[in-house]
């Protein structure tokens, strides 16, 4: 299959069960996300989501996702904040970014990665993410298409356990 037979388009209701079954996949296969959640419906559809998508093969079946949030909640929109004298509220953080394994090398997590940073800019807002330190496919991907490290900060998530994640954000262009 070519990378053109796979479409990128916005998540809509009735994808969630194709994207619980992809996110398994991939936690199968990665170990993402670290901690599987007890609803996981309901973690990739969190109430304060500007915007999510997903990429989906030639049969129709979810393969990827991706999601946005604002940024006010991520450690790297605080050290982007702080970095160049802007509030954290004006970012947008890039979230449950995922492809199935049997779908990976067409391209699909930089296209994902690509219809969210179109979105923050369009918003006004500038793109930014965590990712835990153990990703380093993720972390390929993000400085492959121009994403810089800010720092490594360690996180408290809800379940007590403390995770350390790198703080990136998108260059200035230029």
Do not use: F, K
């Amino acid at each position: 299959m070519v990378e053109s037979e796979y479409r990128v388009r916005r998540r809509e209701s009735a994808d969630l069960d194709g994207c619980v079954r992809a996110l398994a996949e991939v936690h199968e296969a990665d170990g993402y996300p670290m901690v599987w959640p007890d609803r996981p419906a309901d973690w990739l559809a969190e109430d304060d989501q500007l915007a999510c998508w997903v990429a989906v093969a030639p049969d129709g079946a979810v393969v990827g996702h991706a999601a946005l949030a604002p940024g006010v909640a991520s450690s790297a929109a605080h050290v982007w904040a702080e970095r160049t004298g802007r509030t954290a509220d004006r970012t947008g953080a890039l979230s449950r970014l995922y492809v199935a394994p049997a779908a990976r090398g067409h391209g699909l997590g930089a296209r994902l990665l690509a219809a969210a940073v179109d979105y923050v800019r369009a918003a006004g807002l500038w793109p930014v993410l965590d990712v835990v330190t153990t990703n380093g496919a993720a972390i390929e991907l993000y400085e492959r298409q121009g994403w810089q490290r800010l720092m490594t900060a360690d996180q408290r998530w809800p379940d007590g356990q403390v995770v350390a994640v790198h703080c990136y954000a998108l260059r200035e262009a230029g």
